[in-house]
């Protein structure tokens, strides 16, 4: 057996050309930054499942392993399929933020009036300790989001989004969306991934913080929270959030981001 497995080796060897390297290399740094993308979730480790099981598939075929590496052939088929239809979300969201990295996609740029009304109303509602939620809309479409909201196609004013925001005010619930200079929607509803759920379910992040970061990680929107409970501003963008922002650092940090000027 051991000289038949070496044989086999030294068959592969004596075939081994500078593509295969270059093969095994980008599979290599393609699986390892998908586990950077994936770390810490839920989907980690069923992606490490599936490697073990490819590990055993390929191991078993060099012992001629026979009935074992069908078993472990059929389990990769079907754990694929499995993660496919369980991810498809997920998966449509991270080619839709992948697309928008690229160097054709042009972010929208926003106003100085936006911003200006966008920040002046944020202070004000982390004064009165009011939440609230606001997606800045840039490359990547949210119209599967603003959809199942309210459509408003207003003008941006710290009038209406304080109003938008107030408790008990008709559509305080879920987010508002801004783009091109206009709230699009309000009342928009952000997606919850389970990862996420289980990454923070006991970290100090509320339903908002969680939509923010989801709606960040699958898109390139910049999102502006206000806590509630805290009433701190926080902001997420690229899967990232950074909270205790003042209304000077939001407002700096919103002119550098939305390009505010370029239009």
């Known amino acids: 057996m051991a000289e038949e497995l070496f044989a086999n080796i030294l ?14 290399l980008l599979l ?17 480790q069923i992606f490490l499942g599936v490697a073990v099981i490819l590990f ?33 979300e997920e998966i449509k969201s991270y080619l839709a933020a992948l ?12 106003s100085k009036q936006t911003v200006d009304e966008v920040v002046a109303a944020v202070d004000i ?13 840039r490359s990547v479409s949210l119209k599967e989001y603003v959809g199942k909201g309210v459509p408003l196609n207003s003008q941006v004013t710290r ?20 783009s091109r200079d206009r709230v699009s929607a309000a009342s928009v509803f952000l997606p919850l991934p389970n ?8 970290g100090p992040y509320g339903t908002r913080h969680l939509a923010a970061l989801s709606v960040s990680r699958l898109s390139d929107a910049l999102v502006v929270v206000v806590s509630e409970e805290t009433s701190t501003i926080s902001v997420a963008l690229d899967g990232n959030l950074v909270r205790n922002y003042q209304p000077e650092s939001l407002y700096s940090f919103l002119v550098r981001q939305l390009d505010v000027g370029v239009k």
Request: glycine content about 6%; proline content about 3%; hydrophobic content about 55%.
């Open 11 to 24: 068959f592969i060897l004596q075939k081994f050309r500078l593509i295969d390297l270059i093969d095994i």
């Open 28 to 44: 290599a740094l393609f699986i390892y930054f998908l586990l950077l993308l994936l770390r810490g979730t839920r989907a980690r």
């Open 56 to 88: 055993l598939f390929f191991a078993s075929s060099l012992l001629g392993l026979i009935a074992f590496n069908w078993l472990m052939r059929n389990l990769i088929t079907y754990s694929f399929f499995g993660l496919i239809v369980i991810f498809s």
């Open 99 to 110: 697309g928008s990295k690229l160097p054709f996609t042009t972010p929208m740029a926003a």
């Open 125 to 137: 509602l982390a004064q009165k300790g009011y939440g609230a939620l606001i997606v800045f809309e």
């Open 159 to 178: 009038e209406l989004l304080l109003n938008l925001f107030t408790p008990k005010a008709p559509l305080h619930d879920g987010a508002v969306v801004i």
């Open 195 to 202: 990862d996420l759920v289980e990454r923070y379910r006991k």
